[in-house]
């Protein structure tokens, strides 16, 4: 399976712990996004990178909330000091944007996380 | 603030019948509406998307309405199969100046197709 994978797929952390997870993309794209949800609600974009650069974060991602893309390939999201409104599915997507206007964003099965 | 309004929250369908579900958005700026559709346990995959220079995009037995003046966008499912039940999002963005990275999602429409 050459898709966008996501480690781990499901957590669960008791309150003020850190958490932290992995997204793959897929190998060729230059891009990677990180969105969250909600039972009941869409995505909501959190951030992306373009290769290693993270080019805008969303004001729904607070200080307590750390991304990084090191060499422009896999991606991690830190969580520190978890609180149970971070209780959410995460969704990491990934794309290949070159020459086209528009690049269809391919999303993995998502990292559900817990906070007690 | 809510910038892509999706309707209904839930919808039943037999097997063969055409459900409709309905999005409107708010920013006029946006210039690109993918459609997603959601397993439980999966990530949302991309099944049709339109840029407001057509009216109509079709593939396959999904179909995309775009209304430009209503700022409203529906996907219709002919021939609707069991296999269809899932949660449909629509989402917008701003291709044009390179922003289409950020989707904006509506809340979703759980699908059931009754065999």
């Known amino acids: 399976d050459t898709g966008v994978s996501q480690d781990p797929r499901h957590k669960i952390t008791k309150r003020g712990q850190n958490v932290t997870f992995r997204c793959d993309p897929i190998?060729?794209?230059?891009?990677l996004y990180w969105y969250r949800q909600t039972l009941g609600q869409g995505p909501e974009f959190l951030t992306y990178f373009q290769n290693e650069a993270q080019l805008e974060k969303s004001r729904l991602l607070s200080d307590r909330f750390s991304a990084e893309r090191p060499k422009g390939s896999f991606s991690t999201l830190e969580i520190q000091r978890t609180e149970q409104g971070d209780s959410a599915m995460y969704l990491c997507?990934?794309?290949?944007?070159?020459?086209?206007?528009?690049?269809?964003?391919?999303f993995g099965p998502g990292t559900r996380l817990t906070v007690l | 603030q809510q910038q892509v309004k999706q309707s209904p929250q839930s919808l039943i369908v037999q097997k063969g019948g055409i459900p409709i579900i309905n999005c409107a958005y708010e920013?006029?700026?946006?210039?690109?509406f993918p459609w997603y559709q959601q397993f439980p346990g999966k990530g949302p995959a991309l099944l049709i998307a339109?840029?407001?220079?057509?009216s109509e995009k079709k593939e396959g037995r999904f179909t995309i309405s775009f209304n430009k003046s209503a700022k409203q966008f529906s996907l219709h499912i002919m021939d609707s199969q069991p296999g269809d039940s899932a949660t449909y999002f629509c989402a917008a963005s701003m291709a044009s100046g390179g922003s289409n990275y950020k989707l904006t999602f509506g809340k979703g429409t759980l699908l059931t197709v009754n065999p």
């Open positions: 339109i840029r407001p220079d057509v």
């Open positions: 920013n006029t700026a946006f210039d690109y």
């Open positions: 997507a990934s794309s290949f944007y070159g020459t086209r206007l528009t690049d269809t964003q391919y």
């Open positions: 190998s060729e794209h230059n891009r």
